[in-house]
């Protein structure tokens, strides 16, 4: 075998919008060529084995022989414009009348590349040194001077005659400037009442020369071959100001942007070449001109572009614009040619002030005009130039298109607008499509559809397990075409095409790319019609006996469905009222016959009435109703043209007299109309095409040929000289299709050609080259566009105005044999029979590459998990890899004997199994690009077993690989590392009640923490298995008649997704006795695979087409699977599951390998419990409320919905033992909780929560452990009053619908129970005083109250309150009562219990008027039977319980009363305004005798502290005289009303921790964190007092101690010194060169000094009013550690230089006008450099205060990150001891080498990474980030917002990109590990990603609750620390 030829080669299309230039693999990313400006040429020397130098738009197979290349002429009839490459030869005329065809240009001398040094853009003046006038010539007066409004230098051109003023360039008329740029930018300014002229001399592709003139001299336009004159005209806007004459007084700044290209083509019909010269005569002021390919709009910066499809002006260009004012405003845009804009007749009035320019046409011929923006453009799509030919007559501009319908459930309306039209209306909502009757052949079930979706849904039994109900909805189709690719129409409209996919008719909205769809036909649809009202659409379908459908297309209704008297349709016609429909086809004998029905009563209910039949012995190929007279219609066929007639009942016809063409064979057929619209029958002829090539002009009245003409080839080139073929001398080119407008006739031709003729056929408008046959073409209503459709499967259309072709549609010519999804991009491989392997576009359904080969086809694919590669195996044995951004073969391995029939990777992306028809099963090693194989078993495979997408599989961790062999009716599970044999499972003995063999078809996983192995069978069922014993957990039997070769299960297992026939099935996995399946149609052939997308969102099907469909039932990930096994539901109190040893015992099979034991898991890494981890079960009661509201309510406001860190694909979750990191600690409380703090004195458990996190603290040794698993923060906590069992609840997450509840075994840390009781937040939680029952209070929005059994945590009782309650309390005295307030009212529950039944009884009391308060907010018991309520306005009263009323209140604080403690005869209050009360109630027992009459005199406080925020949370001693309390602030304090002190405990921010900056040096200490002392008075330097006893809670006390014994003075960092650190926002951290010291900047302007050892605070520099924000400590290499200087930068742009020695500021410098954003010292330290917001980076002294350098690349955009580090690079090619780079928020990073001694800075590299129109990730922004890289100085690392979410390294010394590590989100944070090969990334998706660079392997880990935008190694490399908001976490890097 040929390798070359045979296999895939690595070489792929790229389709595109018809954009010359783009080119993927060595060819042009094009669509179809039109004329001579889309060829590009292909380079040869850049392709591939089996590739050809065509453009994608024309290629060829390999093998393939290229058909010569010809000039394709874009010409205007009339002007002698020809097609050199296909002619129309009269019949009857000799051949001189037909001008012979030119010798075709080769692609390289039509359109030579531009040079490499004018891109992007050259700037003439500065290229040409026009200031030194020695390669420029001036003339007269000209002048340099200072514009005011330009604030810079421009060129003065002025004098009364302009001929005699000028600038010339070049300075000789024998020179040239050789400039190939397409767009000239001239930049300048009319000088007011005077007249101005600039000329431009532009060479040709045959070196011919024309000067192009422009000047408000000029009346009109003037054309001869070398000179074209335009006249530009600045109006003054009023009505009686002339068009033509001097600039006004007001001319602004003019941007003119000329389109060379098209003004030669348009105005002479000549390619460009180059500009040879330029003039610019007086009058006027030009600032500079500029060449370009690229067109700019000089109106749009740079925050608007990135939302828009343009290109921004570069900034050396654009104009400056004043904040707050408008570009349009003060300046001018004039483009030409211009795309909208028509010649006016008269002068044009309009009423805006600013001055227009006009360009004046030559009479009324519609030229092209310039047109000066003088408002913001709006654009819609991509801005395109639209130039239409002088002469042609389509002169309409573009309609408008009218509301397209669209369907959708939610009725979504759109009111887009076009920027030149008027705007879009609303969308009106379809209705759904009517139940039918037909039935499916496959399954033979009946077929309806839903009323609440479009997609036909075939039911086998009840479906009341799934919700939503149908749970598919069909999205997107990709395909076009089945049963032929003749059927594409418009809408009347020109807005949509319809055409038809197999069994399914699509409509596609152009503009937008939206689809729509007709469902109901089982199969291919073979003919389609369209009235001319949009009202009525026809559709048959292939298979006989034909039904046929009637739809009301605007709703998509089915209106009628009927059967055909034929047996078979092949077309069909409507009439243009839709009243008559005819069909043709054959009948049961093979004979033609046609058909008539009446369809004018199916809109209003009536039925379709066959008018007439008749039968006929010629042959149809086409039939039309005529469009003059809907009974008359016209045929055409194999030697024969007829007209026909309906006339009483009947169907007649005559035959045309065609003469000596009598015996051709005719295609098509198109009535064309007379010019002055006449709609008679004489007026009228019929234009037919024949394969034969010939076009025949018929008079339908005379009945005989007018005109005859013949489409030939021309001459190749090099060849003879052409000469005319007759009719017998030669093949002409076949003609497939016509279709013809008022102005032209659209010919499809079988060499692959569309094109354009005027209705005479003098020559060619315009043609387009397809990659197959033209079988098909259509001209829109409008004319403006012509659709074709090509028999290799492409639909798009051609723009006539534009000249770019659309591609609409591609699809496969054969079925679909299997399919794979890339994570990462979002894209979709698909491998066919035709032997392509395509790669679409999930998002557009658009294909993106196909890969083909003529000698072996494709079988399998599969994605790499990471990498941008995928990997295919072929009939030949070979499986290959492919690069997705090279383009290329990567790798190519031939172990394989047969055809591989399976690929499947692990989820990490290190291992690849195949296996092939041989029954060879191979494994690959993947961890590198460069995969190499390293196990090939013989005979393990089934060898005569289908080729499957599901024939291998692997389990989601990676661990398992599952297949069907040795034989078909066994099926074996190996280690996927080591193959070894762990399970094997005869499934021909499962069923001992059959009598036939059973054999396994298909297998596949089910989510790791079930263990499940799905497995369907030859006899129609499914086994579900336990993948590690082998026993059958459960079976579904009749899953369909017929094999499945494909079957996925959700990742929540929720859905069963089955490939069954030509239907999908999908079961309701989790429902044990399952109602039954949901069947879908809308494949007409067998679906061969079914896959889930990977955010579980979408499935996809995979058969004749590939359909997207919509899951409609949102997945919960995070819950417990609700499938599990049952011997994963052990009831609660049980012992641990049964072993693997007692499952052995039920198998079939007597050796069975023993699973490993689970590993303990890890808290902190994943948001979900690995297998055999907390046995955390989902107990979530079917009867609670499912409706759901939003989540608010007053004491727990979520910042945002939590993300799952782990629902999106492309993450990598560590293995339950073995992580990279382990969470140390976490700093921080969560302050926007509520009651989410506990503390026990007796036993000293001390708990609290942090984001996402329960951290229980040890107070006496500080050590914490973190319990984590919640998917959302923690709202509040709750501890049994046993102390064994604490109870935590969160609000829901992005992926889950209901909150969670975790309880907790406080001596083991593990979950026990998992509940879901709400679908809002939970408010509160409250153990009952026996702990037999919890409470739990839903939100204001939910109002649940629900009440759980602790013995097995089952939902005992749940009520809808009637009002928000906001607290709820167990009476402490009395288990059976409980009490809630809310708005007004008091609400007491009395509990009765009746066997294991509990009864509420309820009472309801209002709060008395002269409370006066509006809402009760908090609650706690008194001495019995008192119940003190806080309440919005500050007051407390007190209720009696017994007699239901209150007697007593009096005003506790300003604000409202959050939270109430009662102990012994003590109240404790808490307020939102942060005053915490102690007050003496002991006398309130003895007011309750007086009733009303109590006074609360008799109640006094004791004590009062002012907090930093509300209070939400405490507990106190049974004594109350210490204890904790939390506030919003994000505080715990330890309050001692004994002392009357209040000391921070724990505290975090209330905004988000800035940034951590580790040292350079490495070191060896642990982190322990800094302390800060009580603020202190603000002062520049500030020693450290000494914490004294009294900032220190009483550790040592007695009975009233926290639980633990402490020393009384601390030998280290105390936990509320720790937390005090905490309190200020901190935005750096650095180290000392040795570790010894560490400082910190924050917000209040103070940089501390701390002592690592003994985390003592040394000094405190402090500037008031000022914000530190960024920091540096001097290298160890600047002098003596006495030397040691801090550079610390300020929000008012200064630079202050600390001595640590001295414990001084030595310098203040101020080198920047705003705030700093980042600062670095030299290696050396005798240099700072420092980076503002603006962009611009300062170079000074430390010592001096100097300022020696500013460098402003970067102006613009913030400077986001300085990295200095010592150059050890020596192939850099420059000078220099720094290397040194900065990156800023434009996404461009520059790279210099310095030696500042001898003040040298040379710029090494720049790079500029792209920016996508949409950078935000979970609302923020992604920042550039660069660094060096630790472990090699010639790399640099880099992360921001681009085009792909990935890390960039770049090697310096290559000057390229030499790897990309693909991240699943965009990266916030970025850190390098300096002493292990360890890469550290944030995302907003609250994820931490540590990457191992030198494995090329990574982990993930969760634990924050927000975005991670901080991550940073210590200099040591053993600790890693992560902030996300207001939380940080701490991570040990273990052994590494």
Known sequence: MARGSARLAGVPRVPGSGVPGSRVGGRSAQGPRLGPEARVPAQAGSRLPGAHPRAPGAWLPSGARPRPASLAGVGVAGEGAESPGSCLVPEARPSPAVAPARVAESPDARRPLPAAWQHPFLNVFRHFRVDEWKRSAKQGDVAVVTDKTLKGAVYRIRGSVSAANYIQLPKSSTQSLGLTGRYLYVLFRPLPSKHFVIHLDVSSKDNQVIRVSFSNLFKEFKSTATWLQFPLVLEARTPQRDLVGLAPSGARWTCLQLDLQDVLLVYLNRCYGHLKSIRLCASLLVRNLYTSDLCFEPAISGAQWAKLPVTPMPREMAFPVPKGESWHDRYIHVRFPSESLKVPSKPIEKSCSPPEAVLLGPGPQPLPCLVASSKPVRFSVSPVVQTPSPTAQSGRAPLAPRPFPEVSLSQERSDASNADGPGFHSLEPWAQVEASDVHTAAAGTHVLTHESAEVPVARTGSCEGFLPDPVLRLKGVIGFGGHGTRQALWTPDGAAVVYPCHAVIVVLLVDTGEQRFFLGHT?????????????????????APSVMRLWDFQTGRCLCLFRSPMHVVCSLSFSDSGALLCGVGKDHHGRTMVVAWGTGQVGLGGEVVVLAKAHTDFDVQAFRVTFFDETRMASCGQGSVRLWRLRGGALRSCPVDLGEHHALQFTDLAFKQARDGCPEPSAAMLLVCSRSGHILEIDCQRMVVRHARRLLPTRTPGGPHPQKQTFSSGPGIAISSLSVSPAMCAVGSEDGFLRLWPLDFSSVLLEAEHEGPVSSVCVSPDGLRVLSATSSGHLGFLDTLSRVYHMLARSHTAPVLALAMEQRRGQLATVSQDRTVRIWDLATLQQLY???????????????????TFFCGFSSGAVRSFSLEAAEVLVEHTCHRGAVTSLTATPDGRLLFSSCSQGSLAQYSCA?????????AADMVCPDAPASPSALAVSRDGRLLAFVGPSRCTVTVMGSASLDELLRVDIGTLDLASSRLDSAMAVCFGPAALGHLLVSTSSNRVVVLDAVSGRIIRELPGVHPEP??????????????????????????????????????????????????????????????????????????????????????????AGPLEDAASRASELPRQQVPKPSQASPPRLGVCARPPEGGDGARDTRNSGAPRTTYLASCKAFTPARVSCSPHSAKGTCLPPASGGWLRLKAVVGYSGNGRANMVWRPDTGFFAYTCGRLVVVEDLHSGAQQHWSGHSAEISTLALSHSAQVLASASGRSSTTAHCQIRVWDVSGGLCQHLIFPHSTTVLALAFSPDDRLLVTLGDHDGRTLALWGTATYDLVSSTRLPEPVHGVAFNPWDAGELTCVGQGTVTFWLLQLRGADISLQVRREPVPEAVGAGELTSLCYGAPPLLYCGTSSGQVCVWDTRAGRCFLSWEADDGGIGLLLFSGSRLVSGSSTGRLCLWAVGAVSELRCKGSGARSSSVFMEHELVLDGAVVSASFDDSVDMGVVGTTAGTLWFVSWAEGTSTRLISGHRSKVRDFQPGRRRGSRTWCPPCLPAPSPPAQMIPSPAVTGSQRPPWGSQRGSLGCARPSKPSRLCLHQRAAWQALQVNEVVFSPGESHCATCSEDGSVRVWALASMEL???????????????????????????????????????????????????????????????????????????????VAVSHPRTGTTFRVLSDHQGAPISTICVTCKECEDLGVEGTDLWLAASGDQRVSVWASDWLRNRCELVDWLSFPMPATTETQGHLPPSLAAFCPWDGALLMYVGPGVYKEVIIYNLCQKQVVEKIPLPFFAMSLSLSPGTHLLAVGFAECMLRLVDCAMGTAQDFAGHDNAVHLCRFTPSARLLFTAARNEILVWEVPGR
């Open 928 to 936: 590198d690009p460069q995969w190499h194989v390293l196990r090939v």
């Open 850 to 868: 196909d890969f083909t080969s003529s000698e072996e086809a494709p079988c399998a694919v599969t994605f790499h998990p990471t990498r941008p």
């Open 523 to 543: 199969d291919k649809v073979s003919a389609l019609a369209l009235d001319g009202s949009s009202s009525l659409l026809a559709s048959a379908q292939a298979r």
């Open 1044 to 1133: 499945c070769p494909s079957l996925t299960l959700s990742e929540d297992a929720r859905f069963l997704l089955i490939a069954a026939g030509r239907t999908i099935k999908v079961w309701d996995y989790a429902t044990q006795a399952s109602p039954g399946p949901q069947v879908y149609i809308g494949h007409s052939e067998p679906v061969q695979a079914v896959a889930f997308s990977p955010d579980q969102q979408q499935v996809l099907s995979a058969g004749d087409a590939v359909f997207l469909w919509d899951v409609l039932a949102a997945t919960e990930s995070d819950q417990s699977f609700p499938g599990a096994p049952p011997a994963c539901k052990t009831g609660l109190g």
């Open 1658 to 1736: 040394v000094i405190q520099f402090q500037v008031l009013n000022q914000s530190c924000l960024c920091l540096a400590w001097s290298p160890p290499c600047c002098g003596r550690p006495e030397q040691q200087r801090l550079a610390a930068g300020y929000g008012d742009g200064s630079l202050r230089i600390f001595s640590i020695s001295r414990t001084a500021m030595e310098l203040k410098m101020h080198p920047h006008p705003v705030a700093l954003t980042s600062v670095a010292f030299s290696t050396d330290g005798q240099t700072v450099l420092s980076g503002d917001k603006d962009g611009l």
